[in-house]
Every structure is written in C-alpha cells, then in structure tokens.
C-alpha cells in the first residue's frame, strides 16, 4: 500500500536525503557564486535562485524520461526499440518553438507576464504527474497521455523560464547563468537517473512519483516569493507580434540554428542510449542508479562549477573545445566497454560522457542566451533550443531502433567518427561571434 510504503520512507532518511539534497544542491549553487549581494545584486541573486530551483524540477523530469524509465523497461523484459519510444516524450520539449510566440504575447490573469506561465504550467505538471502515481492499474494508452501531457507543460514552463531569465539576467553574467543552469539541472538528473531506479525498485511507482511532485511544488516556493516587476502597459507588451519566421529570415540566424541543430544531433543520440547498453552488458538495475544515477549528475555539477572560470578566462570557444575532446574520448571508451562487456568501463565511459556533453551545453546555451535577447525572447530562445531538440529526439528515436539492429560496437564505432567530424566541425562556426 502507498502509506505503508511512505511509513518505511520515513523510517530511512538516507533515501529522503537523497531525494531532496538536489534542492539543496541547487541553491547553495548559487549562494557559492552571489555570496552575501549588495542592494544592487539583490534582484540577480533572486532571480538565479528562483529560476534554479524550477530547473532542478525541469532535469529531475527530464532524467526520469532519459535514464529513469529506458533502463527500469528495458530490466523488465522489454525490447531497445520499444523502448526507445520513451524517448518520444521529449518531442514537447523540441516543439515549444510553436507556441513559444503565444508566451510573448499572452499574459495570463494571474502573477506576472512570465511568473503566471510558468506557475501555470507547473501545476498541470504536477497534477498529471500525481494522477500518474494513482493510476498506475489505468490503461497505458491513458498514462502515456497523462506523462506527455507532463512533458507539454514542462516544456512550455521552461519556454517561459528561459525568457525570464533572458530578461532578468545581465549580459556579462550569462556564461554564470548557463553554468548554474546545468548545476540546477544536474542535480534534477541525480532524482531522475539516480533517485528514480532506485525508489522505484524498493518502494514502487506511487510513492516515488508522489515525490517527484511534491518536490516540484516545493520548487515553485522561491519564485513566488520574489515574483515579478511590475510593467507597464506598454512595457509589458514585448512585440506586437512576435514571430518565429523573425528567427528564420535572417541568415545568421539560420546558420546558427543549422550549427546548434548538428551538434544536438550529434551529442544526444549517443548519450541517450547508454544507460539501455549498460543492462546489455548486464549491468545490475540498483548500479546503474546508484552509481551513474548519481555520479553523473555528480560530474555535471562540477563541469558547471569549471566551465564558469573556463570561460571567464579562456572564452566560449576554448572551453567548447575542450568538451568536445573530452566527448570524443567518452565515445571511444564505451566502444572499448561494449566490445569487452566491460561493466565499469562502460559506468566510466557514460559518466564522461555526461560531463562531456554538459561542458558542450553550457556554451551553448551561454551563446543562446545572448542570441535571444530581443523583443521576442521565448520565441528565440525556443526557436534555437527547440528546433535543435526536436531534430535530435527524433534522431535518438531511430537511433535506438538502429542500436537494436546491430551491436553496440558498430552503433558507437560510427558514432565516434560522426561525433569528432561534426563537433571540430562547428567550433569555429558557432563562435565566430561573441554576442
């Protein structure tokens, strides 16, 4: 029974400690690099603190879609292509570039322009999210509507996120706010990958994801406390019509879409899969979330505590470079792993991978943050972050059909040469520019 199941929760606090020490995590983040602010650094401290902790309920539901459910399905019984098709809850989180411009234009009746979409969205995913843990005997079809309905809103709250934090932010600390960004969403991951397998495996379905949602509610706290200037009339309308062809139109704008977009396609598919190779090689279900569940998102935490000083003292394009060799060696060591069916090379081989990726994200997102700060905010920082989702989750969909066609040798040995080629490829591209 879900109560009796909560009682013995209780009565471990080593697990409920590991449930919320990513909140902690998120905030003492941020408190690490705005120690004690000024009158004037007040309202950037709120603001880091605010949007963090919504982005460590954002990773927690990303993790659990990533490498929460792939490896607990695949454990029971199910087939890499079937379960490949999780990944489809990601398509939210690639489309929200067209409904992003509704975000810019629309202000909702309650809280601010940004706060009331973002408050808004949270609550349809917690509710969907509690209906899931209490329906679990319901029809699959009905769930599988419910956890997407989840991602939708979650997506459009990170949409609105982000244009908050575009406009709150402060030019010069954007590469700070794209590195608390990945910490904030790192420690999300250490619940979905780490804190998700393995709740699920000693107290079941409801109890772990009635967690997750009151962790979710908890995480709304710190950004309704500051809430949101005041604007006026005038102000508060940021475009009379914002526009994603206004993203599309220019051909710089392209380019960087194009570069962006090649990269993800790139980067997700091959760490997307890892976790479901690591229960081929036979790899227990507990070791995969106690050991890369966590020190994953633990290595992530501490790429975003090194690329901030990378980039502060050798520039976006360095600090990119970097990542991306050390992505191209995380390759090569899970290709040795599947070759050898060699567990711990393989847990190494993921978790570098992960760092990797998240020091190539970091930059990214520093240089997105500076692309999309316009009169439309959401809808370009949804047009480069979504278009560029969206193509590299379809791309893991059929990579994972791909991966259950062939051994995971040939899916990472291409997969290396793909990923050095475009990686090396783009450097120069994307960070021709420093605005």
Request: with cysteine; glycine share 10%; hydrophobic share 55%.
């Amino acid at each position: 029974m879900p109560f009796q199941q909560f009682l013995q929760l209780w009565q471990r606090p080593g697990d409920l400690w590991l449930a919320f020490l990513p909140l902690v995590t998120a905030v003492t983040s941020v408190s690490a690099h705005e120690s004690t602010p000024s009158a004037g650094r007040s309202g950037q401290f709120a603001a880091l603190v605010a949007a963090n902790a919504l982005y460590v309920g954002f990773g927690a539901v990303l993790g659990t879609v990533q490498g929460g459910l792939p490896p607990v399905l695949r454990q029971q019984g199910h087939d890499i292509g079937a379960v490949g098709w999780i990944y489809a809850f990601y398509l939210p989180f690639g489309m929200a570039f067209l409904w992003a411009h509704y975000i810019d234009r629309m202000r909702l009746p309650v809280f601010g322009h940004r706060t009331g979409w973002i408050v808004a969205m949270q609550a349809i995913a917690i509710t969907a999210i509690v209906l899931v843990a209490l329906g679990g005997q319901w029809p699959v079809a009905l769930l599988a509507g419910l956890g997407f309905a989840v991602t939708l809103a979650m997506a459009t709250m990170d949409t609105a996120l982000d244009a908050f934090a575009v406009e709150r932010i402060e030019p010069g600390r954007r590469p700070l706010a794209s590195g608390l960004k990945l910490a904030a969403l790192s420690t999300g991951a250490m619940i979905g990958n780490g804190a998700f397998v393995v709740f699920f495996s000693r107290y079941g379905w409801t109890t772990t994801l009635l967690l997750l949602a009151g962790l979710m509610t908890v995480l709304l706290i710190p950004l309704l406390a500051i809430g949101e200037r005041r604007q006026s009339a005038a102000a508060a309308r940021v475009s009379e019509k914002p526009s994603l062809l206004r993203v599309l139109l220019l051909s710089d704008r392209r380019r960087r879409l194009a570069l962006v977009t090649a990269v993800s396609c790139v980067i997700f598919p091959l760490a997307g899969l890892n976790r479901i190779m690591l229960v081929d090689i036979g790899v227990p279900l507990e070791r995969i979330g106690w050991v890369v569940g966590t020190l994953g998102p633990v290595s992530m935490l501490l790429v975003s505590f090194v690329s901030m000083p990378l980039m502060a003292r050798f520039g976006l394009s360095v600090t990119y470079l970097v990542f991306s060799i050390a992505g191209c060696l995380s390759v090569v060591l899970l290709l040795l792993a599947s070759l050898l069916s060699d567990g711990s090379l393989a847990i190494g081989g993921s978790i570098l991978m992960g760092a990797a990726i998240s020091g190539i994200y970091v930059t990214l997102m520093a240089k997105i943050l500076g692309w999309s700060a316009s009169d439309q905010p959401a809808t370009d920082y949804a047009a480069y972050y979504g278009i560029s989702r969206l193509a590299s989750t379809i791309l893991t969909i059929v990579a994972a059909q791909v991966a259950g066609r062939v051994d995971w040798s040939t899916f990472y040995g291409v997969g290396a040469v793909i990923l050095v080629v475009v990686l090396l490829a783009a450097n120069p591209r994307i960070f021709r520019s420093e605005n």
